[in-house]
T-cell receptor
């Protein structure tokens, strides 16, 4: 069965320090993986996606993620947090064989001044 | 930049009442989706819709739910007789091409509260 686990429900970092949001997946197929961000009262916005090309994926706003098949992970990182990064982040896996995508529970990122 | 819109942003209803949640997908998109997120839980797939018919639905999407594209722009989710457990945030999404490897564009959501 396919699943996505976001290991932290809340992460707090100081402005200017690195961000690490963890995601592990389980899939019987070669997955596509996404990170979406949701700011308050806004829709889910795509940050980046992995679809079997380069394993290190660069996204918007300085975020990147590395697909590690041996660890079944797709962690999201950013070298230096900004106050505007405070939001909810969702890791998503697709089954690549139908329309379904599966969400993780989300990680709320707090940025401390 | 085009975006998916949803109305209302918040809907409060009494148990047993019918509700219709509205979405306007991006204009040249062909595939439409509904998801829900119960407070504190995961975002869950409800249904996908293409070419005026349901292409896939989850076990959550029972006979109380229906979807419709009544005109060229709106995509609606109807809950026939709401239950307390239907209280959730409902997200609409659309994409130009099918297949879950394509980015889905999400609306801001409608918060449904059933009393």
């Amino acid at each position: 069965a396919q699943s996505v686990t976001q290991l932290d429900s809340h992460v707090s970092v100081s402005e200017g320090t690195p961000v690490l949001l963890r995601c592990n997946y389980s899939s019987s197929y070669s997955p596509s993986l996404f990170w979406y961000v949701q700011h308050p009262n806004k829709g889910l916005q795509l940050l980046l996606k992995y679809t079997s090309a380069a394993t290190l994926v660069k996204g918007i706003n300085g975020f990147e993620a590395e697909f590690k098949k041996s660890e079944t992970s797709f962690h999201l990182t950013k070298p230096s947090a900004h106050m505007s990064d405070a939001a909810e982040y969702f890791c998503v896996v697709s089954l690549n064989r139908d329309d379904k995508i599966i969400f993780g529970k989300g990680t709320r990122l707090h940025i401390l001044p | 930049e085009p975006e998916v819109t949803q109305t209302p942003s918040h809907q409060v209803t009494q148990m047993g009442q019918e509700v219709i949640l509205r979405c306007v997908p991006i204009s040249n998109h062909l595939y439409f989706y509904w998801y829900r997120q119960i407070l504190g839980q995961k975002v869950e797939f409800l249904v996908s819709f293409y070419n005026n018919e349901i292409s896939e639905k989850s076990e959550i999407f029972d006979d109380q739910f229906s979807v419709e594209r009544p005109d060229g722009s709106n995509f609606t989710l109807k809950i026939r007789s709401t239950k307390l457990e239907d209280s959730a945030m409902y997200f609409c999404a659309s994409t130009r091409s099918g297949g879950s490897y394509n980015e889905q564009f999400f609306g801001p959501g409608t918060r449904l509260t059933v009393l």
